[in-house]
């Protein structure tokens, strides 16, 4: 289209559950019905035309491809587990990203998922049984009382840490929010004690995570936009993280849209935008090399 208006003009984005149907059979069937491209950034995520309806798409139903937008897509995809490795979801119904690392993984190796929420935790094991994942297994706990010095996480090598947050990156929450002062990240009161409370929450859960003896990358992401949950959540824990021989590194480092230049190395940093992406999003990256003498395993 010459003229495109912002939302209609959004592409709508399925992940493509490679431990059920491989890339190329799913672009295949969905060609019958739909235009369909391989996304440019994130394997097995494909891109069709914006407004469409998919959830009653066989598919869908059978659990081959997810619903998953973009910027969603992207955070697995940066934490990069490999098959055979121990990974941590720590914060990980509904399970979008703890079936997706499973996928990256092929099926070998360990998804621990953890959740706090009883009732989020029967919505993560509907999610796991659609994905016919067999290698993930549900840990119903409060992450942050996780022992991390505990046998059973010493060979845990990565942690997605996907915490709750404000949600407002996310199109639901935006349009309760339409008025203009807090596009620009203003807030009121109640909201500040909220996004404080959230955020004091986020950087001990990512000071948890840095302190798994064995673990070597863990991303960090929200779905939010206000810096005091991304960019501040991270530049906190940079002392400890360092302590542990952390650093951070770039998540696609093609993506134009970086972190907020409020600290040196904020570039590492990773943003969607809520309009432009359609989703506002927030990735970091962390990683370290364990020296051999030090593995666990
Ligand atoms: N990663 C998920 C996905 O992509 O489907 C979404 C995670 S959601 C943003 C955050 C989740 O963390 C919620 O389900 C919430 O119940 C859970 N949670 C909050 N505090 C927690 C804690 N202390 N330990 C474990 N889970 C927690």
Redesign the pocket.
């Known amino acids: 289209a010459l003229h495109e208006t912002p939302d209609v003009s959004k592409p709508r984005y399925v992940r493509v559950n490679s431990l059920k149907l491989d890339v190329e059979s799913a672009i295949l069937e969905l060609k019958k019905q739909y235009r369909v491209q391989k996304d440019d950034l994130v394997p097995d995520l494909l891109v069709l035309p914006p407004g469409i309806d998919l959830h009653d798409h066989p598919l869908v139903v059978n659990g081959s491809i997810f619903m998953q937008g973009k910027a969603?897509s992207m955070?697995a995809a940066a934490l990069g587990p490999k098959p055979g490795w121990e990974v941590l979801?720590?914060?990980?119904?509904?399970?979008?990203?703890?079936v997706?690392v499973a996928a990256l993984m092929k099926g070998e190796g360990k998804v621990l998922a953890?959740?706090?929420?009883k009732e989020?935790v029967k919505r993560?094991e509907d999610?796991i049984r659609l994905s016919g994942a067999t290698n993930i297994e549900i840990l119903h706990?409060?992450?942050?009382?996780l022992n991390s010095n505990d046998p059973s996480y010493s060979k845990v090598r990565a942690i997605?840490l996907?915490?709750?947050?404000s949600?407002s990156g996310t199109a639901s929450v935006r349009l309760d929010h339409l008025l203009p002062s807090y596009a620009a990240g203003h807030t009121n009161d109640a909201d500040e004690e909220r996004l404080n409370k959230l955020a004091a929450?986020q950087r001990k859960?990512l000071e948890h995570a840095l302190s798994f003896p064995a673990v070597e990358r863990v991303v960090y992401?929200?779905?939010s936009v206000h810096q005091i949950e991304n960019e501040d959540v991270v530049k906190s824990v940079l002392p400890l993280a360092a302590s542990y021989g952390f650093h951070l590194e770039t998540p696609f480092p093609q993506w134009q849209r970086r972190g907020l230049p409020v600290f040196e190395g904020s570039e590492n940093l990773l943003r969607t935008d809520p309009v432009e992406d359609k989703e506002g999003f927030f990735i970091a990256l962390l990683v370290r090399k364990i020296t051999n003498t030090s593995k666990a395993f």
């Open positions: 969603s955070v979801d720590a914060c990980s119904a509904p399970g979008n990203k703890t997706h953890c959740e706090l929420n989020r993560l999610t706990a409060d992450f942050l009382k997605l996907d915490p709750s947050c949600g929450f859960a992401s929200t779905c």
